[in-house]
């Protein structure tokens, strides 16, 4: 079992910036990607950004050059630095593991707004 736990959302103006957390522990050797989804109000959850155990990393459209993800392998996390926010950024960031199956956290609410 892979256990996920988010930090790192909470309220900031336009343009501004956020850096979530995604802490793994649990069967983490079985782990060969981490990344984020979001879910906006009255929206389908939707993908935002991946790297993989090799660490290759690839992201949404709606995010790239704005959004970067990375890793701590020493501390089993991954980050994901969030740039120049837009209000459409809001939503809860799901972070998910993959292993044989696919693991969620519980989620962290970013909210853009002036």
């Known amino acids: 079992q892979v256990q996920l736990v988010e930090s790192g959302g909470g309220l900031v103006q336009p343009g501004g910036s956020l850096r979530l957390s995604c802490a793994a522990s649990?069967?983490?050797?079985?782990?060969?990607?981490m990344g984020w989804y979001r879910q906006a109000p009255g929206k389908q959850r939707e993908f935002v950004a991946r790297i993989t155990s090799g660490g290759s990393t690839n992201y949404a459209d709606s995010v790239k050059g704005r959004f970067t993800i990375s890793r701590d392998n020493a501390k089993n996390t991954v980050y994901l630095q969030m740039n120049s926010l837009k209000p459409e950024d809001t939503a809860v960031y799901y972070c998910?593991?993959?292993?044989?199956?696919?693991?969620w956290g519980q989620g962290t609410q970013v909210t853009v707004s002036s």
């Open positions: 649990g069967g983490i050797n079985r782990i060969n990607a």
């Open positions: 998910h593991a993959v292993t044989s199956i696919l693991y």
